[in-house]
Nanobody, 128 residues
């Protein structure tokens, strides 16, 4: 069973940047066969899609609220997916989760119910 661990969260001022990492660890599977997603959940709100990257580096999708500010990437050798977050806003404050789904080459899921494996989350707080 794949396990995911997020890191890189913290407190940052509005306009600042953070880079989240999500490292996968498990034996007997190939990270490159997984599509990876980032989701977030703010207090009192439902979990929402942020970004996803497919098995091909160029296959990325973003929520409209983060498009142009966030960038998702992956390093299959390190079994890690990243979320670079720039121009952060107070409304970006949330717990950020990464998720993994074994996928065909062209699949880039954006719905959370399609992801089978989740990390424990990392807190991102943006002060105004």
């Amino acid at each position: 069973q794949e396990q995911l661990a997020e890191s890189g969260g913290g407190l940052v001022q509005a306009g600042g940047s953070l880079r989240l990492s999500c490292a996968a660890s498990a034996s007997g599977y190939t990270f490159s066969r997984y599509a990876m997603g980032w989701f977030r959940q703010a207090p009192g709100k439902e979990r929402e899609f942020v970004a996803a990257i497919g098995r091909r580096d160029g296959d990325t999708y973003y929520a409209d609220s983060v498009k142009g500010r966030f960038a998702v990437s992956r390093d299959n050798n390190k079994k890690t997916v990243y979320l670079q977050m720039n121009s952060l806003k107070p409304e970006d404050t949330a717990v950020y989760y990464c998720a993994a789904k074994s996928s065909i080459l062209t699949d880039v899921p954006v719905r959370d119910d399609r992801y089978a494996v989740w990390g424990q989350g990392t807190q991102v707080t943006v002060s105004s």
